[in-house]
């Protein structure tokens, strides 16, 4: 296989760990917090986890470990979405086995959760690991989304663990495959299985995160990556002067990653998901604020721009909402039915007939495309796929035709030019910044104290992240206190509340303090391709999101 020089270099990085994670791997000894609490519907999970609910919070400090050396198996799952800096995770939990005692054995499970469901696996060595280091994707055992919740594939995981002397499990995964961590953790515990499932806080949305856990791993290089991109957008738009760009990010349910890249790139319009909801907008709302904003330029001769859009937009206006929770409930319920359907057009028809009045003409107002879009497969956790949703070409066509009635008007004299862009998949594997590449492994030599413990049902926590990796902190907290319960396939599930951008926090605060001179002035920020070797604050910058909210 030819390897870049990039990729070489990358393989001699020495990713930083926490201090209190450096030297003999038997001075790290857990200290126990307070028992803890969900974030809501605390009764309801009680019940549902009554083995591993209200677990205490740990951190880990310096001591003698007796046990460090203990021999143990892990099996290792990367789950969902790719996220740069997996491999770091899985080469730090590696590193720390193999340091506790060359006999244990990590256990890759072959292309996410069904790995282990069909006893797919890698055993990790030496050779393996090292052309993985640093490295961007999820290719060293690939990822999956299939969900671990029956009874069955319970047993068939304790079937494959007892096999191979497994005892402990660590999941990659965001919210929902921890929220399988969790449930799994549970089972273990119920069935007296003596298998301990750990979790990692993975994905590049962003939205996995709490007090303990102050960002998910992938959303500092994939939003670098992002906004390198948008800033050459940027530059080409200010070079040419003859186009809008619109620019649909990532982020299926929180618009964290589209405001990271508006405040590293300044663009002229950023939509932020959680603020239309709040203001309760419509598309015509947003149109017209689009709209709005174009013809102010045009006035100045600015016949060009930028507007991020975050996927997930279409699942934060209102009526939208709404209907697509109808759609999901709907297909949840008509599956076979619906399936059997041969064209597209049957399917909306189908649909059609079974929507409330209201969302029915939320639903007839939608061109046909998008119509389409919003009946394809749900994944496996009965999301719609909002990757496959065109939002952005959507605006592209009710601004335009919004600008088109502004000029009969006598509003607008100008020209609408446009481009669309999608970026997600761009920056899921991209050679993790090194930020995430000393993050990842972090988290991954961490999760093996976690196990170490015994501490099942919890996820890595690395913390104190805005400061040098010296001075981070590591511990672990129970999944269940992330957890609410939410609507999924037509009932109501224990799943991981998501963490949205909030609009009284900072990060949105600087952006909306400076939108509206973003938005008539030209004011991009180009901040070029991330950077691994060279000074400090070109290389090891965190994001302003978490700058923010840390400060
Ligand atoms: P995770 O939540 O699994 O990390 O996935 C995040 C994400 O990248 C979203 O931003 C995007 O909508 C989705 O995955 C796309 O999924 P797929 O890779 O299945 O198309």
């Known amino acids: 296989m030819k390897i870049s020089a990039l990729q070489k270099a990358r393989y001699e990085y020495s990713p930083k760990l926490p201090t209190v994670l450096r030297g003999e791997i038997g001075t790290v ?3 126990y917090g307070q028992p803890t609490n969900a974030a809501s519907d605390q009764e309801a999970l009680k019940a549902l986890f009554p083995n591993t609910y209200g677990l205490p919070k740990v951190s880990f400090g310096k001591g003698t470990n007796k046990d460090v050396a203990k021999k143990v198996n892990v099996g290792v799952i990367l789950s969902g979405g790719q996220a740069p800096g997996g491999h770091n995770v899985i080469c730090g939990l590696y590193d720390a086995l193999k340091k506790a005692n060359p006999e244990n054995q990590l256990y890759g499970f072959l292309g996410g959760p069904s790995g282990i469901l069909e006893d797919k696996y890698m055993v990790m ?3 393996l690991i090292d052309q993985y280091r640093n490295t961007g994707g999820f290719d060293i055992i690939g990822s999956g989304r299939t969900k671990l919740e029956t009874k069955e594939q319970f047993a068939v995981c304790t079937k494959v663990c007892r096999e191979h002397s497994i005892n ?3 999941i990659i995964g965001g919210d929902d495959s921890n929220t399988n961590a969790a449930v799994l953790a549970e089972y273990f515990r119920a069935n007296n299985e003596p298998v301990c499932v750990v979790g990692c806080p993975k ?7 709490n007090e303990s856990i102050e960002t998910s791993f992938g959303f500092d290089t994939a939003t670098k990556t992002y906004s390198e991109l948008i800033g050459n957008i940027e ?7 003859k186009y809008w760009h619109f620019i649909r990010l990532m982020g299926r349910s929180a618009s964290h990653i589209a405001l990271e890249c508006a405040m590293q790139t300044q663009p002229n319009i950023c939509l932020v998901g959680e603020e239309v909801e709040a203001k309760n907008q419509s598309v015509e709302d947003i149109t017209n604020y689009i709209a709005d904003i174009v013809a102010k330029r045009a006035e100045k001769g600015l016949n060009f721009g930028v507007c991020l859009v975050p996927e997930g937009l279409i699942e934060f206006i209102p009526s939208l909402k709404v209907l697509i929770a109808e759609i999901n409930d709907l297909l949840a319920k008509t599956e076979a039915q619906f399936n059997a359907l041969e064209t597209s057009a049957d399917k909306i028809s189908f649909v059609e007939q079974r929507l409330s009045t ?5 639903f007839d107002s939608l061109p046909v495309e998008i119509k389409a879009q919003l009946l394809a497969d749900r994944d496996p956790h009965g999301n719609v796929q909002v990757s496959k949703i065109e939002t952005e070409k959507l605006l592209i066509q009710t601004v335009g035709a919004r600008l088109a009635q502004m000029k009969k008007e006598g509003k607008y004299n100008g020209k609408f030019n446009s481009q669309n862009h999608f970026f997600g998949y761009e920056g899921r594997c991209a050679f993790p910044s090194n930020f995430d590449s000393d993050y990842c492994y972090s988290l991954g030599y961490n999760a093996f104290f976690l196990v170490n413990a015994n501490l099942t049902g919890y996820l890595s926590s690395v913390t104190n992240l805005e400061k040098p990796a010296d001075q981070w902190q590591a511990g672990g907290i129970p999944i269940t206190m992330m957890m609410n319960m939410e609507q999924r396939h037509g009932e109501k599930k224990p799943v991981i509340k998501k963490a949205l951008v909030e609009l009284d926090g900072k990060p949105f605060k600087y952006f909306e303090s400076n939108r509206e001179q973003w938005a008539l002035e030209t004011c991009f920020t180009f901040p070029g391709a991330i950077q691994y070797f060279g000074p ?3 290389c090891d910058q965190t994001t302003m ?5 840390k400060n």
């Open 203 to 209: 994905t590049i949305d962003g939205d996995l995160k």
């Open 545 to 549: 999101t978490l700058a923010l909210e």
């Open 358 to 362: 209201s969302s029915k003409s939320v």
């Open 168 to 170: 402990a499990i660590v």
């Open 125 to 127: 060595t030496d050779e």
């Open 536 to 538: 400090g604050e070109v």
């Open 29 to 31: 000894v857990p200290t």
């Open 235 to 241: 530059r080409d738009a200010n070079s040419a002067r």
